[in-house]
Structures are given as C-alpha cells and as structure tokens.
C-alpha cells in the first residue's frame, strides 16, 4: 500500500466501509522508495548466489590418460580411418575453449560442415537461479572402468529392442535376455527387482518416486493437452521398424568428422501414440526444450490439481494466485528453468568433461573387435553376448543409431535433455499437489491408435513428473545418443538449478509466508524458501 493511501479513504455513511480517494492518493510507492526496495532485493538474490560454495569439479582423467583422446568428445574434428582424433586439431579445440574467442573456435580444424553446437555458451551467465559454474556433478565414468561396460551393454541392448512394444517387455525373449544380461555387470545402476536382478518391469527406467509404479510411459506423455480453445492429442507419425543408422563403419567415420546425413528417419503415414523405444526416441529427436514440461503443466492445470499448503493464497477468502503463485508464474518458471538448467549442462559439458558420445564408444568397440586397433574396454562388456546379436543383424559393432545425424555436436555429459527435465520437472512439483491422483490414466492400445483405460494402481502427480523426466532422459539413451550416467545425474543437476530458481523467485514477490515444497528425485521431502532449503 503506497504512503498516504490511508489519509486518501473516507468513511461510506452509515456502512464504515473505506472509500478510495483519487488514484494519485492510492498509487504505487514514490519512485525512490520502489527503486530502492527493487535494488535491495536484486542485490540480496546476487550476494547470496555469490556465497554458495564453489565446487570442486571433478572429472575423470581420461582426457589426460589417453593422449590419443579414445576417450574424449571430438565429433567434427578431422579424424583418422580409425575414427581417432587429429591431435593438432584436438589441441586448437581446447585452445578456443580456454580462450572463449570467435577467431580461436574459427581456427579449429573442420571434418565436415557440421557446426560444434554453441561451446561459448559454457560461460554464460544467468541472472536467475544459480550460476552454472557453482553446479557441482560427481566425475563421469571412465572409459575403462566397470559403470562404462555396464552403460554400454545398457544402450546396446536399448537399440536391439527399440521396437519392442513397452506392454510387451514380459513376454520378448529378446527383454529377457537382456535384462538377465544387465543383471550380471557389476556396476550397473539402473533400478532392480526385488531379488536384486533386472526384470523387464524395471528394464530401462529411472530411479525416482513413482519410475516403477504402473506404466513405462508417464501420463504426461499420453493424456491430452488443454491449449487454449482447443485439446491437442499426443499422436506423431512414427519411425518405421528397424530403422537404424550409422551401422557401417564408412557412414559412421562420415558423421563423426562432421559430414550431414543425406537421408532422415522414415515414418509411418499414420499417427499414434507412443508404444516402444524407437517412438520414444523420435519424441526427443523433435522436441523443442521444454516441450514435454509446458505440456504437463496444461495438463496439471486442467485438473485443477490443488497446490500445497506454503502457497500464500491456500486459506485466502478473496484472492487467487495468477500473475504470483498461479498460471502465468508456473508457465513462466517451467520455460525459465529449462534454459538455466541447459546453461549448467552447457558449462559442465564443454569446460569439465567432454565424455564421448556412445556413437563413438561403439567405434572403439568396433575396432578393437575386428583386431583393427587396441582400446582399454572392459572385459564385462566385451564378454555380452549383446555384441552378438548386433553383429548378426548389420556386420559391424557399432551401435546402432536411431538417428542418421547420430548425437548433437556436443559432449555426452550431462544429457541437456535431462538437466531441463530436472529442472522443469522440479519447478512443476513445487507448484502442484505430489500425492494428486491422476485422474482416467490410461495405456495406448497394442497399435497405438487409441488409449485405454489403466486401473491396475493408483498413480500420482508427482510421481508421473518423475517418471516424465526419466523417460525423456532415457529416450535419448534408448536412441543410442547418451548413458545412463548423463541422464542420472543431468536430472540432479537441474534439480539443484530449479531450487535455486525458486529461491529467487520468492525474492520476487510481496506474499508473505511464500514456499515451496516438494520431493526431490531421491525421495527427500523438502520445503524452500527464499533464505534455506530444509527438510520437510
């Protein structure tokens, strides 16, 4: 309430109720004091993201190690026959990636005409949410190490059995084998059944609340989408069976010196909805950044999920939340936690890691097999019999690619897609009732042209979300793009953005008592507020 709005009210006769005076009377703040109080509250939201610890930000060696850089991102760059690395051209690479000059990213020696995809946005900044460079992430695993073999025999397996209906993983042969495959590695981190081993009901799915409840698909991927005037359904034109790429070793030493594709995934002529890997895949190949989130909050919106109780408008008689704590915010915050949790991947990607992408792991793999080179690979790995059956089907032992492009021009870790699902995903349980049931969940029929009703279980909001954000993250896994380790671990790290987002929302508005509670991806109840982030 602006100074002297008091003196500006008058008293109806007979009903002591205030009457406004003129507009001037109950008007904003003076101009000094609104710009003082707006300054105050930008320098409190800077000083406090400039006192969060700066980690260490470890990495693996390998790029050390190898001096050849087996190990190392180089998509692009000029390489040998082999699919090694030009050193001198490797070395002008990390030059510009120091500097963070055009003239030293121009000077980089060129494989093709692919572009590397955006390295200099590793050092940009962001004035909402935490700085990228103040997001820690464990080291990614190394390239001769146990959790490689074990991500490695993961996405082999996901591109044998991209056309294997989700609905039909209990009774494949081919999801037996390979969920008894994985359950032998030593370190493989995926979630398992009650007696320690992979089962087709936890094959190829996340380890958050909710990822093993019900179906492989979340309900934000299949139920439709309020927009508007109008209800969009979830259907797309799907990839045809068996459609890989990259499974000779001359399209595939093409695409990793930067030359483009010179054909596209063929669809079928009708849409469906998603039923099996390779749709999956296609999904994440189209989608824009935020896209799975925007719609699942339409379509949390639509049910009028409640919010929880630190919302300030959760007892109000006579107001709602729109502009603050309401529609415009959520859609707001889901689109501004996508690209601050990208400016995190981006930093972590291009300045700490640069992991190979599984595309060129399989090339290692390749020719290590065929006696062509030597490589430091992880015998439980070469000892699957996964490489078997890849062999039997195209002759080589490449991965086989869902797309003709292969990966983005980026480094492996973490996935971009999985650090914006984190941090979309958490935005959305900050606002939204977790325990909300989801009302009429539904399965796609066995040719994905309708949806049927699901009534085997109760599944909630925030569970659905969870599950949302570890089905992007591994869709791109199952297209042979990225490990499990860049997903894992991307969702995490957009978490932590997300959090530090909202904090400087509530820095933001004039509510008091404003909050935010929700269940981090490890199961861990949380309430935050704009000075701490506390158990709940």
Known sequence: MGAGTTAGLSVIAGLGVPRAGSAAEIGPLPTAEREAEALERRIDAAERQAEAPVPDLPCNGDEELYPSRLASFSKTLPHDDLGEVDPAAYDAFLLALETNEQADFDAIPAGGPAALANPRAANAFSLGGADSHKIDMPAVHAFASARQAAEAGEVYWMALTRDVP?????????????????????????????????????????????????????????????????????????????????TDVESWLAVQRGQLPSSDVPLRRRARFITCGRDLGEYVHRDFSYQAYLNAALIALGFGAPALDPS?????????????????????????????????????????????????????????????????????????????????????????????????????????????????????????????????????????????????????????????????????????????????????????????????????????????????????????????????
């Open 166 to 246: 989700f609905d039909r993983y209990d009774d494949s042969r081919l999801v037996e084998r390979a969920a008894r495959d994985l359950s032998r590695f030593s370190d493989f981190t995926g979630p398992r059944g009650r007696h320690g081993d992979i089962t087709p009901d936890t094959l190829f799915r996340g380890q958050t609340p909710g990822d093993l409840a019900g179906p492989f698909l979340s309900q934000f991927l299949l139920l439709a989408i309020p927009y508007g005037n109008r209800t969009n359904r979830q259907t797309a034109k799907a990839p045809v069976r068996g459609a890989d790429f990259m």
């Open 312 to 536: 300030p408008y959760a007892t109000a008689l006579r107001e709602a939340g729109f502009v603050t704590f309401g529609g415009a915010a959520i859609l707001d915050l889901v689109a501004r936690a996508g690209v601050v949790g990208l400016r995190a991947a981006w930093f972590h990607k291009w300045l700490v890691h640069r992991k190979l992408r599984p595309e060129a792991f399989g090339g290692r793999v390749h020719q290590h097999l065929v006696g062509s080179a030597s490589y430091p690979i992880h015998d439980e790995f070469l000892d699957s019999p996964v490489l078997d059956h890849v062999f039997w089907r195209q002759g080589t032992y490449l991965l086989p690619q869902a797309f003709p492009e292969g990966s983005p021009t980026h480094p492996s870790y973490p996935a971009g897609h999985a650090t914006i699902a984190g941090a979309c995903v958490t935005v959305l349980k900050a606002f939204f009732d977790e325990d909300f049931e989801i009302p009429r969940p539904v399965v796609p029929n066995r040719g994905g042209n309708r949806l049927t009703r699901y009534r085997r279980e109760r599944l909630t909001l925030g569970g659905e979300l969870n599950k949302l954000a570890s089905n992007i993250a591994l869709g791109r896994n199952i297209a042979g793009v990225h490990w499990r380790a860049d997903g894992d671990d991307g969702l995490v790290a957009g978490e932590t953005v997300a959090i530090s987002l909202l904090q400087d929302y509530l820095r933001t508005v004039t509510e008091p008592g404003g909050a935010f509670g929700l269940v981090r991806f490890d199961g861990t109840p949380i309430l935050v507020t704009a000075d701490s982030v506390d158990p709940r």
